[in-house]
Structures are given as structure tokens and as C-alpha cells.
Nanobody, 121 residues
Framework: QVQLVESGGGLVQAGGSLRLSCAAS????????MGWYRQAPGKQRELVAT???????NYADSVKGRFTISRDDAKKTVYLQMNSLELDDTAVYYC???????????????WGQGTQVTVSS
């Protein structure tokens, strides 16, 4: 069974930085696109950033220029470097990964349990 475990969330002042990590474990054939999403109280979950296996990246307009997504395939880990944090960045951040299991015909999407990021004024 594939598991994704996020870490690195916490409380930070506006203008500060945090780095989130998400490590995948389990038996996998390949990890395709990995991504970060977030959900603020009373709002729907939204895309923050994604990165493909060939390192193509995509960002939400609200985080462009402030957040950077990266991945280390040897460690099966995806990162989100968040700089110049704003109050509106407060949310639970979730990682996901598009994973192909051994002998599987197609890939499946797995989610982490989420990590809280709180930005204070």
C-alpha cells in the first residue's frame, strides 16, 4: 500500500518562509505527477503546484513567484518551498502523487493526511 506523509507545516509570521516535504513509501513502479493542494476553512481544496516526472511545473496564480515545487525521485519525496507567506496562505496543505503499482495497467492517485500551515500577522 502506498502512503504519503507530509511534514514541515507550522506557524509563521507573514513574510516568512516554510518548506513542506512529502515522502512516499510502499511498493511502486513509477511516480508520475506529484503535487500540492490546500484547503482553507470553509473553502474547497485548490491546486497549489504540480511537478511531472520530467520536471514540468505548474503553479496557481496566487503563489507564482513565491512558491517553488521540486522533487527527489531517489527519496520519493516532493517539496514545496514557500516564501513571502501571506495570511491567505493559511490552510491545510495536502500532497498527492500519481503512482503506478507493479503489474498495474494504469496509475492511481494517492493523498497524504495534510499538514497545517498558519500565517499570522
Amino acid at each position: 500500500q502506498v502512503q504519503l506523509v507530509e511534514s514541515g507545516g507550522g506557524l509563521v509570521q507573514a513574510g516568512g518562509s516554510l518548506r513542506l516535504s512529502c515522502a512516499a513509501s510502499g511498493t511502486m513502479l513509477t511516480i508520475n505527477t506529484m503535487g500540492w493542494y490546500r484547503q482553507a476553512p470553509g473553502k474547497q481544496r485548490e491546486l497549489v503546484a504540480t511537478i511531472t516526472a520530467v520536471r514540468l511545473t505548474n503553479y496557481a496564480d496566487s503563489v507564482k513567484g513565491r512558491f517553488t515545487i521540486s522533487r527527489d525521485d531517489a527519496k520519493k519525496t516532493v517539496y514545496l518551498q514557500m516564501n513571502s507567506l501571506e495570511l491567505d496562505d493559511t490552510a491545510v496543505y495536502y500532497c498527492n502523487a500519481d503512482v503506478r503499482l507493479p503489474f498495474a495497467v494504469s496509475s492511481e492517485t494517492y493523498w497524504g493526511q495534510g499538514t497545517q500551515v498558519t500565517v499570522s500577522s
